[in-house]
């Protein structure tokens, strides 16, 4: 059954006459006879029946006909909303998976001039790490169209662009009196860490790692779900924390917390948008993909 039969047993159906129903179709008599004639084939069930020159719909075809009008005004929607598509592309809702730091701190920051670009445009951001953003994507039938995470991939399914680029610095108590450790000292002041699948901790330990120090031998005191949670416990001297500096800046310069230099230690990182290649974006994303660059203006500086 398609949609074109069913369209033609709604004409006869209304009309009562399969001249009729051809006449407003633009088809011929005979087309019309073999659409209905195919459909009564694949229902096994007899539509109509010929009473002298009229012709009587039977109950089923009383059945068919409530769900045939149905089917055809929900044809009707769809065409309708995917010619709106074209008419104002720039509607509807964007969903956007992210993991912290971009969640957090970048997206918020540049959502003012996403409005302003996109005025009937609803956003709507979940947050989670950066793994978790990477499988939300992956899903056979994602419900996000973006994100934006901590992490490079390098998985073929996705497009990646850089956004913006991120150092992770050690972060103190204000009262804290030195500004610059040794390597040595950091692995023995009591450390707060991000969780597991977070792409600041996998940052700072491929860092460690490479200056030959094993992230298991750290005196980690606690492991917290996000960057304002470790923020918190180091402004109340539960230890110190390795976070983004983009996410410390506004309490650094207020005097709240305190960034300690580590020397010989450097870490720097980036935050990448990623979609699906084999998805065909609908045109607020492909315009928002197009213009991320813009919006995030240091987007392409410095080196990771």
């Known amino acids: 059954m398609d949609i074109k039969q069913l369209e033609v047993f709604a004409r006869v159906f209304e009309n009562q006459s399969f001249s009729k129903a051809a006449q407003q179709l633009g088809l011929s008599q005979p087309t019309v006879s073999t659409h209905i004639q195919h459909l009564e084939d694949i ?21 068919l006909y409530r769900h045939a009008v149905e089917i055809l005004k929900k044809r009707e929607e769809v065409l309708a909303e995917l010619l709106s598509l074209d008419r104002k592309p720039h509607r509807g809702t964007v969903k956007i998976a992210a993991s912290n730091i971009p969640g957090d701190y970048l997206f918020p920051h540049i959502l003012k001039r996403l409005k302003d670009i996109f005025p009937e445009v609803i956003f709507i951001l979940e947050i989670t790490d950066s793994s978790r953003v ?8 994602p419900s996000f169209e973006l994100g934006f995470i901590g992490i490079e991939t390098k998985d073929p399914k996705f497009e990646v662009k850089k956004i ?3 150092e992770i610095v050690l972060i103190a108590p204000p009262y804290h009196r030195e500004d610059t450790i040794g390597v040595e000292e950091l692995a ?9 699948d ?3 901790r996998r940052t700072v330990e ?5 200056k030959g120090i094993d992230p298991r031998t750290l005196n980690i005191v606690a492991y917290l779900g996000s960057n ?3 923020k918190e416990a180091v402004k109340r001297g539960a230890g110190f924390g390795l976070v983004s500096r983009y996410s410390v800046e506004d309490e650094v310069s207020c005097g709240k917390l305190k960034v300690v230099r580590v020397r010989g230690l450097s870490i720097k990182r980036c935050f990448y948008a990623v979609r699906r290649k ?18 995030f203006k240091n987007g392409k500086n410095g080196e990771c």
């Open 278 to 295: 084999d998805i065909t974006p609908i045109p607020v994303v492909r315009t928002l993909w197009e213009k991320l660059d813009k919006l």
């Open 188 to 196: 023995r002041l009591p450390l707060i860490f991000r969780e597991e």
């Open 206 to 210: 491929e860092a460690l790692k490479r």
């Open 134 to 141: 990477l499988s939300l994507l992956k899903e056979q039938l």
């Open 198 to 200: 977070s792409g600041t």
């Open 164 to 166: 913006h680029d991120d």
């Open 228 to 230: 304002t949670a470790i």
């Open 43 to 63: 229902l096994g069930k007899k539509l109509f029946d010929r009473v002298g020159r009229r012709v009587v719909p039977t109950a089923e075809a009383h059945i």
